[in-house]
Each structure stands twice: as structure tokens, then as C-alpha cells.
């Protein structure tokens, strides 16, 4: 069953797929958009919608009723200019939260200026990592706000999910959260497979409703 809050994602790199295809595993409507066809055709089957078309151009993004969505995030990369400029047009066009990718700090008071609700450096801060410190309790480390109810998290690994993969804590069912990255003293695992192995003190990015995180194990 698909949740009420729309979703709509714009520039496919590597942040961009992560957010979007979590986003929809979880059951909401996640509306994809970028300028490569070869990138609206491999995640297609996993989100809503994925559509080719330049986001800089307004008229499209009117068409597409781009103002109906709840949470834009804006992943375009490399291209500052055109992520300043869609992150422009999204405000403009009544998007109710615009979430946007920055390169640098300054790139980021540039995005501020201009309205965007919320400012994150996924390269600065291995991709997922956010100017916006945690001082919980409860091993929660960082988190992403995509909205004031739906949030990405860094949590250290519960007890409970050492030394088990992730197909078999199917945590999608058992808590409506996905893990979209392990991070390990070694390595980090991006998009784990149900094969990946939790161990002791691996960091987990989660993604979810910030209800369904408040329920996992401590």
C-alpha cells in the first residue's frame, strides 16, 4: 500500500538512486527525473516514475505538476549551475520542501540563500553524512531531514543485528526501514544485498519514517 507524501527526485549520480530507491522500497511515490536516457532506464522498474527531460526548463517541470509534491531533492552533482537553478525553480514553482546536494560550503550559502529547506554534502561527508548533529542517547550519529516526518540516519549496528545478514533481519518488514549503506572501519557497502553481513560495530544508514526509526532496537 503506498503512502501519501510524493517524492520527487532530480539528478540520478549515486546519492540521487540511493534516496529514490529507498525512498520507494518503504511504499512511497517517488517520481524520478534527469537528462540521461540510460539513467531513467535503469531505475526505472525501481521508482514510481522515471522521466528524461532537462529540469532547467520550466514548462516541463509545470507539466509534470511538479508543485503537487511534498519533498523535492535535488541530487544534480557536478553541475552547480544547474543545481542552483532547478533548486530555484522548484521554490518558485511552490514545491512545499526542497532538499538540495552541495558541493562546498559555499555552494551551500548560495543554496540557502535562495530558500532551499535543507543543505547536504554527501561528498564532504561520504555521502551521507549532514551539517546537523545528533546529541541523542540513543546511537543515533547523523541524519538527512528529507522531511519533518521522514528522515536518513546513521545508527550504530543493534546487538540484536550482529553477526545477521540483511535478508534475514528483513527489516523492511519487521520495522518499514531500509539500509542503503554499511560502513565498516573497512570498507562501506553501498545498496547492501540481502547477503551482506552486519558485524560488530558496523554504522548502518537507514532510511525511514522517523516513527519506524524511533522503533528500532536500541
Excluded: C, W
Amino acid at each position: 500500500m503506498k503512502k501519501d507524501k510524493q517524492f520527487v527526485v532530480i539528478g540520478i549520480g549515486r546519492f540521487g538512486k540511493s534516496v529514490a530507491t529507498s525512498l520507494y522500497k518503504v511504499g512511497y511515490e517517488v517520481l524520478v527525473i534527469d537528462n540521461s536516457e540510460k539513467e531513467i532506464q535503469d531505475i526505472a522498474n525501481q521508482v514510481t516514475q522515471a522521466v528524461q527531460l532537462d529540469a532547467r526548463d520550466e514548462e516541463s517541470l509545470k507539466r509534470l505538476g511538479i508543485r503537487n509534491f511534498d519533498v523535492a531533492i535535488v541530487g544534480i552533482g557536478d553541475d552547480i549551475q544547474s543545481n542552483i537553478l532547478v533548486s530555484v525553480l522548484l521554490k518558485e514553482l511552490g514545491v512545499q520542501r526542497v532538499v538540495a546536494k552541495a558541493k562546498d560550503a559555499l555552494h551551500g550559502r548560495v543554496l540557502e540563500k535562495i530558500g532551499v529547506d535543507r543543505v547536504i554534502y554527501p561528498e564532504r561527508d561520504m555521502g551521507i553524512r549532514v551539517a546537523h548533529n545528533l546529541t541523542s542517547t540513543n546511537d543515533l550519529l547523523e541524519y538527512i531531514e528529507l522531511s519533518p516526518d521522514y528522515s536518513i540516519i546513521e545508527v550504530y549496528a543493534p546487538r540484536e543485528f550482529v553477526d545477521k545478514t540483511i535478508g534475514k533481519l528483513n527489516l523492511r518488514a519487521k520495522y518499514r526501514v531500509s539500509v542503503i549503506a554499511i560502513k565498516s572501519a573497512e570498507e562501506i557497502i553501498a545498496a547492501p544485498g540481502a547477503e551482506a553481513l552486519i558485524k560488530q560495530g558496523d554504522i548502518l544508514v537507514v532510511i525511514g519514517s522517523n516513527q519506524a526509526i524511533s522503533n528500532l532496537p536500541k
